[in-house]
């Protein structure tokens, strides 16, 4: 039986690793950077237009 905190770690550690093998051939860490902030919710890639 494991714990909640245990699951939620395997949870995330699971959406980091499917972030490197689509994340996978990226050259430049920025890209890689902000591919991580997408798939784990840190960011936002809906388009935002201001008028």
Do not use: K, V
Request: net charge positive; hydrophobic share 35%.
């Amino acid at each position: 039986m494991s714990s909640p905190a245990l699951d939620r770690h395997r949870r995330f550690n699971g959406i980091i690793e499917l972030g490197r093998r689509i994340a996978r051939g990226f050259r430049n860490f920025e890209h890689y950077r902000l591919r991580m902030l997408l798939i784990t919710g840190g960011l936002d890639a809906s388009p935002h237009t201001q008028l």
